[in-house]
DNA sequence: ATTATTTTGTGATTTAGATCACTTAATTTA
DNA sequence: TAAATTAAGTGATCTAAATCACAAAATAAT
């Protein structure tokens, strides 16, 4: 834990903030699809992720999903972090999108490191600023682009994500994060792949230009 | 200035930080439709705002819009507070809907009060939740709601902002907000008439039903 | 190996919303 | 008061995406 502790965040935080981590953060393994936050959920403190990927999505009344955005090594929960401070509920799910590693930090010690570690302070902040940005261009993806672009961003943010240039993924799949159907993606991803831009194999797609 | 400030914020702040926001911040009133922010601005500082409301949109490169959310008194604009913190440019449009009146507070305070006051940390977390609770909202009309019930939201949103039952506008500006065309706008207003949610007038929306 | 299941492909149809083109009504300006 | 401008109404057409209804592969289970 502490060998990638201060791997990812030995340039983000001071070192008796990762001592402190060290002692009181709990390491987890996540595997692939377990879920890390469900909606509704109280959270006890927030993950750092220390390796993996975790997607973040929204839920409707009607159980219908989108995706927000993805979180990889070196990113926090902002939302997490709202929930724990004011122990309010979490409006989101977050599962682990491949085998990730976390520590969990208890939620007592989130304001008592604010006022003793300056470098947490820019943390949380930044943390709050990636997410806000992340937020604000899911909503240009909605408002502005058409489905065949918002499908090519969604491809390669995602390889981005998992650092691979193929995805594991089922069309249908796909059509759930966007909130879409499955006949819609399967067209548009045909003709992605006759743009030459993917490759199409079941259960996997090959991103051949970024 | 204190007058206010102390009117809306004595429940939110303690006395010794009103006493320095007193000292330091530089009060402004807006004018209907003043831009406080503009794409790409630099802040120097943040807005708190006293009185009136103030429409946040983001603008993609082709120059059209769409509203993420309005700020009412009580708000910050924590875009800008990341922008200030982190000397980044603002990726938000901020505009007077009508007459308002801020506190602009210098980014050098920000970090400080951070470490003398439990209520700054809480108000700069509380803010930050606040706005990331606003943009899924707002992304869940984009990806769950059709024109119709967005409509109506935003029509319920802004007369609740405006603290009015009627809103002076017209059906374009309210297709330029929803990123959708005035054409469009007209017909679902006319239809919201017809079910007796509103009373159409030019220039003009009476708000009938919340 | 045969059956069942999952994933992908594809035609046909429908629909919300976009776009075009123009009219009518209200308000402002000259 | 007449002309110009701005706001709103409305028919016609178009299109991206949704939905329905299957077929055809690929893979997994028996």
Redesign the pocket.
Request: charged letters at 35%.
């Given at each position: 834990m502490r060998e990638k502790l201060e791997k990812y965040y030995s340039f983000v935080f001071e070192k008796e903030l990762i001592d402190e981590i060290v002692q009181v953060g709990v390491y987890k393994k996540l595997r692939e699809n377990e879920i890390l936050v469900d909606l509704g959920d109280k959270m006890k403190g927030i993950p750092l992720l220390l390796e993996g990927a975790i997607k973040i999505v929204r839920e409707d009344k009607n159980g219908e999903e989108i995706l927000l955005y993805f979180l990889e090594r070196g990113d926090t929960c902002a939302s997490s972090f709202a929930s724990a401070i004011s122990n309010g509920k979490c409006g989101i799910r977050a599962s682990a999108e491949k085998e990730s590693e976390i520590i969990f930090l208890p939620k007592e010690k989130l304001d008592e490191w604010m006022l003793k570690y300056k470098s947490w302070r820019t943390f949380v902040i930044e943390s709050y600023n990636i997410r806000l940005n992340e937020m604000m261009e899911t909503i240009d993806s909605l408002a502005f682009m058409?489905?065949?672009e918002r499908l090519y961003k969604y491809l390669t943010d995602k390889a981005q994500i998992m650092r691979e240039t193929s995805l594991n993924t089922?069309?249908?799949d796909i059509a759930y994060d966007m909130?879409?159907?499955?006949?819609?993606i399967?067209?548009?991803?045909?003709q992605l792949e006759n743009e030459g831009k993917i490759k199409?194999?079941?259960?996997?797609i090959e991103i051949l230009e970024f």
């Amino acid at each position: 834990m502490r060998e990638k502790l201060e791997k990812y965040y030995s340039f983000v935080f001071e070192k008796e903030l990762i001592d402190e981590i060290v002692q009181v953060g709990v390491y987890k393994k996540l595997r692939e699809n377990e879920i890390l936050v469900d909606l509704g959920d109280k959270m006890k403190g927030i993950p750092l992720l220390l390796e993996g990927a975790i997607k973040i999505v929204r839920e409707d009344k009607n159980g219908e999903e989108i995706l927000l955005y993805f979180l990889e090594r070196g990113d926090t929960c902002a939302s997490s972090f709202a929930s724990a401070i004011s122990n309010g509920k979490c409006g989101i799910r977050a599962s682990a999108e491949k085998e990730s590693e976390i520590i969990f930090l208890p939620k007592e010690k989130l304001d008592e490191w604010m006022l003793k570690y300056k470098s947490w302070r820019t943390f949380v902040i930044e943390s709050y600023n990636i997410r806000l940005n992340e937020m604000m261009e899911t909503i240009d993806s909605l408002a502005f682009m058409n489905m065949s672009e918002r499908l090519y961003k969604y491809l390669t943010d995602k390889a981005q994500i998992m650092r691979e240039t193929s995805l594991n993924t089922t069309h249908q799949d796909i059509a759930y994060d966007m909130h879409t159907s499955r006949v819609v993606i399967s067209r548009l991803l045909k003709q992605l792949e006759n743009e030459g831009k993917i490759k199409l194999h079941r259960n996997k797609i090959e991103i051949l230009e970024f």
